[in-house]
């Protein structure tokens, strides 16, 4: 009985040590380390060197063709902005529809990353070109017969790959809302040509939005 009572009294002792060791009480002894090569691991940090590759670099390029879960980006209307034929598509890519929400989506778009060099109405004129000297090269009026003439997918290319002075804008702008400002682009182009009597009555006396009454004041009273 002694030393069954003497046993649980020890392992109620180391119990107890066992409790106040995981108390956080700081310690200068080393950690005890019961699985070596868990803590102990042979592998390199980033940007360390290995002599076993040619280039000595421990981090490693993965394999040519090797595309991320989620990335395969294999519709190309969607993400290259080209149909089936390999052309510029004029149209939105299949699941995309143009409703009131996108052309919102769009305008807003555009205010922020477009408008500063084409400006709110798209002639090229933008609060940028007028800062610092202008530009060397003037942005684009969208309206010009040209460009009107061009798919939507056109526009979509442009915004994604960039074109002349202008670089590409697909780190900034997700794909659909490169679609949405294509789509506002075009909404733009048509709102050209419109008549008065296009305008629904009860819009016609509403305010014009503040941005696009600056914009117009800059031009001299430009439509």
Excluded at 3 to 19: V, Y
Excluded at 110 to 127: E, F, K, S, V
Excluded at 171 to 183: K, L, S, T
């Amino acid at each position: 009985m002694r030393t069954s009572n003497l046993r649980s009294t020890l392992a109620i002792a180391a119990f107890g040590a066992g409790l106040g060791a995981c108390r956080g009480m700081p310690s200068e002894k080393p950690p005890v380390h019961l699985q070596q090569n868990m803590d102990f691991q042979q592998r390199f940090d980033p940007q360390e060197e290995n002599p076993m590759f040619e280039d000595g670099r421990a981090m490693r390029l993965p394999p040519e063709g090797t595309v991320p879960v989620g990335w395969l980006q294999e519709d190309d209307h969607l993400y290259r902005g080209r149909g089936i034929d390999g052309r510029l598509a004029d149209a939105l890519p299949p699941g995309m529809k143009l409703t009131r929400e996108l052309l919102d989506r769009g305008q807003e778009r555009y205010g922020i990353y477009c408008a500063p060099c084409h400006d709110h109405l798209g002639t090229g004129r933008g609060i940028a070109t007028r800062r610092g000297g202008g530009f060397a090269v003037q942005p684009k009026n969208l309206h010009e017969p040209r460009l009107a003439a061009m798919p939507l997918g056109y526009f979509f290319k442009v915004i994604t790959d960039g074109q002349g002075t202008m670089l590409s804008y697909a780190a900034q702008i997700p794909v659909e809302d490169r679609w949405a400002i294509a789509a506002w682009v075009r909404t733009l182009q048509a709102s050209q040509l419109a008549r008065a009597s296009d305008v629904p009555e009860e819009a016609r006396n509403r305010p014009v939005p503040k941005a696009l009454a600056a914009t117009r004041a800059a031009q001299g009273g430009a439509p």
